[in-house]
């Protein structure tokens, strides 16, 4: 795959060999050159002494943060000085964006180029120096020789050099300019991870750049912008690979690399403004400039040549043979392809034919925006042409070859990082729910919108850290209480939709906060957890296992705590999904309800004592009706937009809450609300609830005929499962509720015509999941699954997993669903 960086290797290697041995030399000098630039007349003597005729990229800095928070690292190359006369326009910088093979170009302000790296804002007082006193408030920069000894936990603003130790600080760096060039050579040793220099005996005829960027392209940063600090990672380690392998290459380039490691943590640490790319659209001089850049890529693209290379090198020799006045423009000397250095006379020695680009031959073009005018040329046999016609195209069905295989390889690292964020175990219509609540422009919003930066991060958390983050979020922004421990577990583990809201509150739940007269401590089990993933494997002991999946609620005692509870609910809500989220406009009313008519809530929760549980267990119900809504439009492209029509806005919630409250707010009537199915056999609730203790049956206070057997026949059975807790119901019969549509048995058909001893080949290729019992893997039972009729008689005891839809990974989810698709269209035949 043709690209720019494939372009810049090719330049490279005939800078290295018309500059041997100094190329490295001048390179690093560029560098050096180009931190002391303070204005565009500068700017411009740069690059007509050094930065036309240097390989090298521009390292620039984003002026806005990424969702980790972090500033991101764009590469432009091909720069180009446009200067406006009379100071109408602020002069400012095109060039081409990244190293793909693209031609996106940008452009960026003089002004913001030369702007200091680290604003004022950014400086500290504090003596300078190595480990400095305990007041000193200076904030150091990372040296190469701490990054190079893999101290890579220091490139925060917390780093503290050694004693003695020579190091910069931040305001050392702010006389340097926002953007930094990088000698190409530098480049590809931090994007490849190897030495070009250092090559074998054995691959001396070889080119080391061309190999790497044929092999290692697809892993590149070239279309995409780049991590501070996995650049700068990248950079130490490979600078410690160079000291020992090629002490000369370091020493040249070890001043650059610091200064690349400064740019990089200035970067990381926010202390740079960044800049802000422009477009360039209706610029007469960057249309020119685009041109220009496309037809030298697509001259090397189309003929393995670098025409603007080739062009000054041509230039160059016409203008010592021809006198000046009698010179003809760069095209025409072009056009010409006369030698120019054969003449004895002019005392010029011609350069090695070897160490050019080979020339184009056949037929060749103009470039872009000339005549269509074709100029034959001599050109090679016919039986030459074909044969080379056809190693073209095998070069580029291996090359299509390498992108798929690096293709591949991409794809199973991003699945691996998928795997380690808690969504990933989620169904997909949970994740679709979440973003489509995460709507930033409230109904108005099209497309399927992305969640924000803080669900982003809070999902690729562990749970204590989840925690802490939550906690911090919610003491920074002054909410009215916070969500309890296991109410974030619960809500990290199965997302906002809650597919048994009936038997009792799960996914998302108000009945998940506590209001602001509560505290919920943290034992010393939960503080050693919290040591673990800071500075351990983070796994979680049994214990901690078992103590998270017990589900806590909370229930008010008076309709003040209630309300700090829903609006604690709604501030949750907003962090995750956006401050104009559609998600909290059911609980907004129902907060505005209780306002409104305090007196009357509060006499109704005197008479009833699950007056205030029932009714926030009423708008959990409403939620996850509106979840429901919003999962049946799973296939639309404007979600958003549809459910707008249909739900009248908000007007659809507050209906739904209207009609239930009506015989209390408007007629005085007693409401008939009802509690979940684990507590109706409850007369009152406060406080914080065990839900995992709900529905056991005290051994004390079991009837006489369990305790005595109710006969000699069952007695000594009876006996036995006395203080034997019951089993959930979900582990006999699958709920209508939880059974997937698309799994069942097709109607007409039944199981057998599929499944069964004489069919085992169709039940091959199913993932093993967890057993209900043994917690072991164990393959899926799919009399229980496939619903419609079809019942699994053994129940709880059944040697195969029973498990809910839910339970399963999003990988095994669709493993299942694509196998008993399958199936059924095959009609059980395998």
């Given amino acids: 795959m043709v690209s720019w960086f494939r372009f810049y290797c090719e330049?490279?290697?005939?800078?290295?060999?018309?500059?041997?041995?100094?190329?490295?030399?001048r390179a690093a000098e560029a560098h050096q050159a180009?931190?002391?630039?303070?204005?565009?007349?500068?700017?411009?003597?740069?690059t007509?002494?050094?930065?036309?005729?240097?390989?090298?990229?521009?390292?620039?800095?984003?002026?806005?943060v990424g969702r980790d928070g972090k500033r991101k690292i764009d590469v432009m190359h091909h720069l180009k000085v446009?200067?406006?006369?009379?100071?109408e326009w602020d002069d400012y910088v095109v060039g081409v964006l990244q190293l793909g093979g693209g031609s996106h170009m940008n452009g960026l302000l003089v002004?913001?180029?030369?702007?200091?790296?680290?604003?004022?804002?950014?400086k500290r007082s504090g003596t300078r120096g190595g480990s400095g006193g305990a007041k000193d408030s200076t904030i150091y920069v990372p040296s190469l020789e701490s990054m190079m000894e893999k101290r890579d936990g220091f490139f925060g603003k917390n780093y503290v050099p050694k004693v003695g130790e020579e190091c910069t600080t931040s305001e050392d760096l702010a006389c340097r300019p926002?953007?930094?060039?990088?000698?190409?050579?530098?480049?590809?040793?931090?994007?490849?991870?190897?030495?070009?220099?250092?090559?074998s005996d054995s691959d001396e005829d070889n080119d080391p750049i061309e190999e790497m960027s044929t092999k290692d392209e697809e892993e590149i940063w070239v279309e995409q912008a780049n991590c501070p600090q996995a650049l700068a990672q990248r950079l130490a380690r490979m600078m410690r690979v160079l000291r020992e392998e090629d002490i000369e290459m370091f020493n040249i380039y070890h001043g650059v690399a610091q200064n690349i490691l400064d740019f990089l943590w200035a970067a990381n640490n926010n202390l740079t403004s960044g800049i802000r790319l422009r477009s360039t659209d209706g610029d007469l001089e960057a249309m020119k400039h685009t041109q220009m850049c496309l037809q030298d890529f697509l001259s090397f693209a189309e003929e393995g040549t670098l025409t603007a290379w080739k062009r000054n090198q041509q230039a160059e020799q016409d203008q010592l043979l021809v006198p000046r006045h009698e010179q003809e423009p760069v095209v025409q000397a072009e056009e010409q392809q006369q030698p120019a250095s054969k003449d004895d006379k002019t005392g010029v020695r011609s350069k090695p034919i070897s160490t050019l680009p080979p020339s184009p031959k056949g037929e060749s073009t103009r470039p872009i925006g000339s005549p269509p005018q074709i100029i034959e040329t001599q050109g090679p046999p016919a039986w030459l042409h074909s044969f080379m016609k056809g190693l073209e195209g095998t070069m580029a069905e291996v090359g299509f070859a390498i992108r798929e295989a690096a293709q591949v390889n991409r794809s199973a690292k991003e699945k691996e990082e998928e795997k380690k964020k808690a969504t990933s175990k989620w169904l997909p219509d949970s994740m679709f729910v979440l973003r489509v609540l995460s709507a930033e422009n409230g109904w108005d919003t099209p497309g399927i919108p992305e969640l924000n930066q803080f669900a982003s991060k809070l999902f690729e958390m562990k749970l204590l850290q989840a925690i802490q983050f939550v906690r911090a979020k919610a003491k920074d922004e002054g909410w009215s209480g916070c969500i309890l421990k296991s109410g974030l577990s619960e809500f990290l583990k199965r997302g906002p939709i809650a597919e048994d809201i009936r038997e009792a509150p799960s996914g998302f739940s108000v009945l998940f906060f506590y209001h602001s007269a509560y505290s919920e401590g943290d034992d010393e089990a939960h503080s050693m957890q919290a040591l673990r993933e800071v500075y351990g494997d983070g796994e979680m002991p049994d214990d901690l296992v078992k103590a998270f999946s017990k589900l806590h609620i909370f229930v008010p005692t008076c309709t003040f705590r209630a309300g700090e509870q829903i609006k604690a609910a709604i501030q949750f809500l907003e962090a995750v999904c956006g401050e104009k989220t559609?998600?909290?406009?059911?609980?907004?009313?129902?907060?505005?309800?209780?306002e409104e008519h305090r007196r009357l809530f509060e006499r109704e929760a005197d008479r009833d004592?699950?007056?205030?549980?029932?009714?926030?267990?009423?708008?959990?119900?409403?939620?996850?009706?509106?979840?429901?809504?919003?999962?049946?439009?799973s296939q639309e492209q404007d979600p958003v937009l549809t459910l707008k029509e249909t739900l009248r806005r908000d007007r659809g919630m507050r209906g739904m809450i209207d009609q239930a409250m009506e015989p209390l707010v408007i007629y005085g009537k007693e409401l008939g609300l009802r509690p979940p199915i684990k507590l109706q056999d409850r007369s009152s609730l406060s406080g914080l609830i065990d839900m995992s203790q709900v529905g056991k049956v005290n051994p004390s206070k079991r009837p006489v005929e369990d305790l005595d057997g109710g006969g000699k026949a069952g007695g000594k059975v009876a006996r036995r499962r006395v203080g034997v807790e019951p089993h959930p119901d979900w582990w006999y019969e699958l709920s209508s509720e939880d059974c997937i549509r698309e799994w069942a048995i097709p109607h007409s058909k039944k199981f057998g015509d599929y499944f069964g001893p004489h069919k085992k080949e169709n039940v091959v290729g199913l993932p093993y999941v967890q057993h209900h019992k043994t917690k072991r893997p164990a393959p899926i039972c799919l009399k229980y699954q496939l619903g419609n009729g079809v019942k699994c008689k053994r129940g709880a005891d059944c040697v195969l997993a029973h498990i809910r839809p839910r339970d399963l990974s999003s990988e095994e989810y669709r493993q299942i669903t694509e196998h008993l698709k399958k199936v059924y269209q095959t009609g059980g035949q395998s």
């Fill in 34 to 46: 180009f931190l002391t630039i303070d204005d565009a007349d500068q700017l411009m003597q740069w």
């Fill in 82 to 87: 446009i200067h406006h006369e009379g100071g």
């Fill in 609 to 633: 004592k699950m007056f205030l549980f029932n009714y926030l267990y009423l708008l959990d119900r409403m939620f996850q009706q509106f979840c429901r809504e919003i999962r049946e439009y």
């Fill in 11 to 25: 330049h490279w290697q005939v800078f290295c060999a018309e500059n041997s041995p100094d190329g490295h030399i």
């Fill in 178 to 199: 926002s953007v930094v060039f990088i000698p190409f050579y530098l480049w590809i040793v931090i994007c490849t991870g190897t030495n070009p220099n250092k090559t």
């Fill in 111 to 122: 002004k913001d180029l030369t702007a200091d790296l680290v604003p004022a804002a950014g």
């Fill in 48 to 64: 007509q002494d050094r930065g036309s005729d240097i390989p090298g990229v521009f390292l620039v800095a984003r002026n806005k």
């Fill in 582 to 594: 559609i998600a909290t406009s059911g609980y907004r009313y129902g907060l505005r309800l209780l």
